[in-house]
């Protein structure tokens, strides 16, 4: 059973940056695309970014593009999302999800979910 773990969260100053990482186990990262969604309050959970275990194509929203960067450490297991020049509206639970399939944009592509890691940007 694949088991993913967020952390890396806090509170920011707008303006920062944060990186936050999922570590996974239970199966090797190299087998899944790995994605990032965020839920904010009173809001519906939305994707954030993906990177594809076909030749780690990276996918983003248009909200983060150019700011935040997903990366991978097959050797480590471990996912990224660095997220620089935050904004309040930045602000969420961000969960990192797991899954087979090539390029996942949606979440229910994806078969396993963390618990998630609050991100709160003060302005």
């Known amino acids: 059973q694949v088991q993913l773990a967020e952390s890396g969260g806090g509170l920011v100053q707008a303006g920062a940056s944060r990186r936050l990482s999922c570590s996974v186990s239970?199966?090797?990262?190299?087998?899944?695309?790995m994605g990032w969604f965020r839920q904010a309050p009173g809001k519906e959970r939305e994707f954030v970014a993906a990177i594809s275990w076909y030749r780690g194509n990276t996918y983003y929203s248009d909200s983060v593009k150019g700011n935040f960067t997903i990366s991978r450490d097959n050797a480590k297991n471990t996912v990224f999302l660095q997220m620089n020049s935050l904004k309040p509206e930045a602000t969420a639970v961000y969960y990192c999800a797991a899954t087979g399939v090539i390029a996942p944009t949606r979440d229910y592509e994806y078969d396993y979910w963390g618990q998630g890691t609050q991100v709160t940007v003060s302005s």
């Open positions: 239970g199966g090797a990262l190299s087998s899944y695309s």
